[in-house]
Structure formats: C-alpha cells, structure tokens
Nanobody, 120 residues
Framework: QVQVVASGGGSEQAGGCLSLSCSVSGRLLMIHYMSWYRKVARKSRDLVAFISAAYNKRYGKPVKGRFTVTRDNGKNTMYLEMNNLRPEDTAVYYC??????????????WGRGTLVTVSS
C-alpha cells in the first residue's frame, strides 16, 4: 500500500550538482524520520543524510558541507541537494523513511535506489 520512490539520479561531472527526491505515498499517519543511504558495489551501505519530522539533520562525514537534506511534510517528500560532486560520490542512493501507518507504528520502509554517477 505504501510506496517509496527515489528519483533524480543521473550522470554529472565532478564539481557539478544534482538534486534527488524521495516521495512516499499511501495511507500513513506520519513520517518520523527520513534518511538517504548510498551503496557502492562491493562496499557497505553508508548513511548520507538524516532528517527528522522536526527538521533536525545529520550528515555522513564525506558529504558534510556539500550536500543539503530537506523535507516537505505536507508532500511527504525528502530532497537531497548534492553540490560540488566528486567521483567518490558515485553510488546508488536509497531512501529510507520510518513511518507510522494506520495500524502499524514506526515501520522502516525501503524503495529502489537511484543511480548517481560522477565522472572526473
């Protein structure tokens, strides 16, 4: 019933920028927390950014000062502005909401990721 869709990935040159979005749809009461993770082949999944319903934020060290996470609670959408991209930012980016549904609380949700490729 609940759908998580991450989009906005693509190819960009080093030093450029991209904007990602994550839209959550379906019957839900609240999205408490939303996070961006990224995964590189043969490596573990790393936290990119976190934002709570109260707009508290946390970033992974590699992206601090370059990426900005925001959310629109009315649209159940999270965004990631990626600036000054580096080749090491190349990864599949995943959206991870934690939401309360009609009869379930704090459900951790996942959708398919969106690929970001940064070339030098």
């Amino acid at each position: 019933q609940v759908q998580v869709v991450a989009s906005g990935g693509g190819s960009e040159q080093a030093g450029g920028c991209l904007s990602l979005s994550c839209s959550v749809s379906g019957r839900l009461l609240m999205i408490h927390y939303m996070s961006w993770y990224r995964k590189v082949a043969r490596k573990s999944r790393d936290l990119v950014a976190f934002i709570s319903a109260a707009y508290n934020k946390r970033y992974g060290k590699p992206v601090k000062g370059r990426f900005t996470v925001t959310r629109d609670n009315g649209k159940n959408t999270m965004y990631l502005e990626m600036n000054n991209l580096r080749p090491e930012d190349t990864a599949v980016y995943y959206c991870n909401p934690k939401a309360s549904l009609e009869r379930m609380r704090f459900q951790e949700l996942w959708g398919r990721g969106t690929l970001v490729t940064v070339s030098s």
